[in-house]
Nanobody, 126 residues
Framework: QVQLVESGGGLVQPGGSLRLSCAASGTNLDSYAINWFRQAPGKEREGVSCLNPRDGSTYYLDSVKGRFAISRDNAKNTVYLQMNNLKPEDTAVYYC???????????????????WGQGTQVIVSS
């Protein structure tokens, strides 16, 4: 049984940093693309970042480019989302998912199909 567990969320002031983790069990993440989605209160879920392990391609939502970075630690079977210079509009529940790796035009393609974690809350507020 595949399980994804997110951690690392919390309350942070604007301009601060957090590192979210997505730890997998029951499968090797080497076979999957890892996606980070987020959903803010009253808003639709949006794709934040994606990493395709087959070709190393990534994707970032325009509003997080230059501030967020996705990475993986194969030894720990964990994927990370480093979030720097956080803004109040980054406040949301962040979810990781594992999906079939797909790339197009050199970028990882995000898909909601696959295994999901339970989410971790990120609040950016002074």
């Amino acid at each position: 049984q595949v399980q994804l567990v997110e951690s690392g969320g919390g309350l942070v002031q604007p301009g601060g940093s957090l590192r979210l983790s997505c730890a997998a069990s029951g499968t090797n993440l080497d076979s999957y693309a890892i996606n980070w989605f987020r959903q803010a209160p009253g808003k639709e879920r949006e794709g934040v970042s994606c990493l395709n392990p087959r070709d190393g391609s990534t994707y970032y939502l325009d509003s997080v480019k230059g501030r967020f970075a996705i990475s993986r630690d194969n030894a720990k079977n964990t994927v990370y989302l480093q979030m720097n210079n956080l803004k109040p509009e980054d406040t949301a529940v962040y979810y990781c998912s594992a999906s079939i790796p797909i790339s197009a035009e050199g970028m990882c393609v995000m898909t909601p199909l696959g295994f999901w974690g339970q989410g971790t809350q990120v609040i950016v507020s002074s």
